[in-house]
């Protein structure tokens, strides 16, 4: 039997060698890696997915006082399928979304794309506007309603001065909730005005310099150029915004009084989970109001994300 050459052996030896070296190096890498993201990760499980966990659990039993509580299994969902209450805050937060989502973005992008213009002074109506997002949602809700007070308020002040005898703002069912939204929109615009800055700053000039010698006009080029581009940005948005308004509850909170009539046409689906979990100490049940808002979010999230295949542009 002929003999293999010695230097073939060598070659295999060495081939053997580098690639234990490589596996050796590449677990070590693997071991660093997620020894630098445990922190966040230990972090997400305790603050976010072990929440999730308990209140999944925790929707199907009843609380008794002392913090005790007993497996009731479906009873709490079948509650949710008889509970009128759970019905009319879907129906405030469904109108609250309608209005504050598309109009917030619609505004936003207004915004953002004025303000990216060379105009004076655009540092500083840019810092203005972003003002309220770093403003302590309680603060914006008191200020918003000493602005609506009927008796004193700034709105009625003005409207008298034209002869109208101004409404009750926050406390007339028919249009409190309404005055919650305008607080929504305008205390929203500064945070997606500057999501969509980033986005017009990263659309290349040289689409607009083309528009521009084939002579088109500044709507045709916001619709045509503008729009397209951004709108995986507007996608973006369109999600955190849907999200963030099934969520409301501070401005409710704030602003419309514990006994005041308006409370049953503005109080949302949080608001319903805060009164059950923290006054009416039925966390049971208000646990299972968690489970279903977590379940309509992802729906309408899964459906935003199908749809988005139809309209946003990523080239």
């Given at each position: 039997?002929?003999?293999?050459?010695?230097?073939?052996?060598?070659?295999?030896?060495?081939?053997?060698?580098?690639?234990?070296?490589?596996?050796?190096?590449?677990?070590?890498?693997?071991?660093?890696?997620?020894?630098?993201?445990?922190?966040?990760?230990?972090?997400?499980?305790?603050?976010?997915?072990?929440?999730?966990?308990?209140?999944?659990?925790?929707?199907?039993?009843?609380?008794g006082a002392f913090g005790q509580f007993e497996?009731?299994?479906?009873?709490?969902?079948?509650?949710?399928?008889?509970?009128?209450n759970l019905l009319k805050s879907?129906?405030?937060?469904?109108?609250y979304i309608i209005f504050t989502v598309p109009i917030g973005i619609f505004l936003s992008?207004?915004?953002?794309?004025?303000?990216?213009?060379?105009?004076?002074?655009?540092?500083?109506?840019?810092?203005?506007?972003?003002?309220?997002v770093?403003?302590?949602?309680?603060?914006i809700a008191m200020v918003w309603k000493w602005l609506y007070n009927s008796d004193y308020g700034l709105l009625n002040?003005?409207?008298?001065?034209?002869?109208?005898?101004?409404?009750?703002w926050v406390s007339d069912p028919k249009i409190a909730l309404y005055s919650i939204i305008v607080v929504a929109i305008w205390s929203g615009i500064g945070y997606n005005m500057v999501i969509f800055l980033s986005g017009l700053q990263g659309i290349p000039k040289t689409y607009y310099e083309a528009a521009e010698i084939d002579g088109a006009s500044p709507i045709r080029v916001f619709f045509k150029i503008t729009l397209p581009l951004l709108s995986p940005i507007i996608f973006f948005v369109s999600i955190m915004s849907f999200i963030g308004a099934f969520q409301?509850?501070?401005?409710?909170f704030m602003m419309i009084g514990k006994s005041s009539t308006a409370l049953e046409n503005t109080q949302s689906i949080v608001y319903l989970f805060y009164q059950h979990a923290f006054v009416l100490n039925d966390k049971g049940y208000a646990a299972a109001i968690a489970v279903l808002l977590l379940i309509v979010i992802l729906i309408i999230t899964a459906i935003q994300m199908v749809l988005q295949k139809k309209w946003v542009h990523y080239d």
């Open positions: 039997m002929k003999e293999l050459p010695l230097n073939v052996e060598v070659k295999t030896d060495n081939k053997i060698k580098v690639s234990t070296f490589a596996k050796t190096r590449k677990r070590s890498d693997y071991f660093w890696a997620y020894l630098m993201i445990a922190p966040t990760m230990l972090g997400l499980f305790i603050f976010y997915l072990w929440p999730i966990i308990q209140t999944f659990y925790f929707s199907f039993t009843e609380w497996w009731t299994g479906l009873d709490n969902y079948k509650r949710l399928l008889e509970d009128t879907f129906k405030n937060t469904g109108i992008i207004l915004v953002a794309v004025l303000l990216n213009q060379n105009i004076k002074g655009k540092s500083v109506y840019r810092t203005l506007y972003f003002l309220p770093i403003t302590m949602p309680a603060a002040y003005l409207l008298s001065l034209i002869g109208i005898n101004g409404p009750q409301v509850f501070d401005l409710i």
